[in-house]
């Protein structure tokens, strides 16, 4: 049984990060950039995903991508807070 691939983009003209299994979208984190900071402000893992550990690389690979970017993050999202919370290496993206 082979495994599926997972890969994040950045979709940068809709503001967001998407995780793709194979070539289906599973879920986004989308943000609002102002001013050098980046509000995530809703992550979704769609339903027929949900339980397959998709959100932790999702908004780890967002950070990563914020953080080479030079911008800092503003966490609305309650989800994109507790993995925060739970990775001190994030933390100094806080705005």
């Known amino acids: ?3 599926t691939h997972t890969e994040v983009r950045h979709e940068v003209v809709q ?3 998407a995780i793709f299994l194979g070539e289906d979208l599973a879920g986004f984190a989308e943000y609002v950039e102002n001013d050098g900071v980046r509000d995530f402000n809703h ?3 769609l339903e027929d995903f949900q339980g397959k ?3 932790k690389p999702l ?3 967002a950070l ?5 970017h030079g911008l800092k993050v503003r966490p609305t999202c309650s989800a994109v807070e507790h993995f925060i919370a739970k990775n001190p290496e994030f933390e100094d993206l806080r705005a």
């Open 43 to 45: 992550t979704v893992v």
């Open 64 to 68: 990563e991508d914020t953080r080479e």
């Open 15 to 17: 503001s967001r990060y």
């Open 53 to 55: 550990g998709l959100s």
């Open 1 to 3: 049984m082979s495994e």
């Open 59 to 61: 908004i780890r690979e």
